[in-house]
């Protein structure tokens, strides 16, 4: 299934908002809110720049802005690598990815894309 960049930064901000909700890991989250397809890196935004491109490039990722290594697993401080650090139990920063999202997609329709 090929994603948008609008439908990945929404399922991307639906997942993040529903695990930091429950204080639930990310793959838990994906199980409970009915998503079904095989998404490339359990990861909206992965599987969006994947199917685009045909290859990996975390630099075109949608919500590259949250990662200040332009990698969300970079040796950073970003709210992914947090996380993962967690084991899944960081809310704050499930959240933080979120609102990420929601900033780049606010962004997208801004340009209208």
Not at 30 to 40: P, Q
Not at 61 to 77: A, E, K, Q
């Amino acid at each position: 299934m090929k994603l948008t960049k609008e439908q990945a930064l929404i399922l991307c901000a639906d997942i993040w908002n529903y695990a930091g909700q429950k204080g639930i890991a990310k793959a838990e989250a994906i199980i409970e809110l009915g998503i079904s397809f095989d998404m490339s890196g359990n990861c909206p935004c992965c599987h969006y720049v994947l199917k685009t491109l045909g290859k990996m490039n975390c630099s075109l990722c949608p919500t590259v802005n949250l990662w200040p290594d332009g990698f969300c697993l970079g040796d950073s401080d970003s709210p992914y690598l947090l996380y993962v650090e967690s084991c899944g139990n960081s809310r704050h920063n499930a959240l933080a990815i979120r609102d990420g999202a929601i900033e780049a997609l606010e962004k997208l329709w801004e340009n209208g894309e």
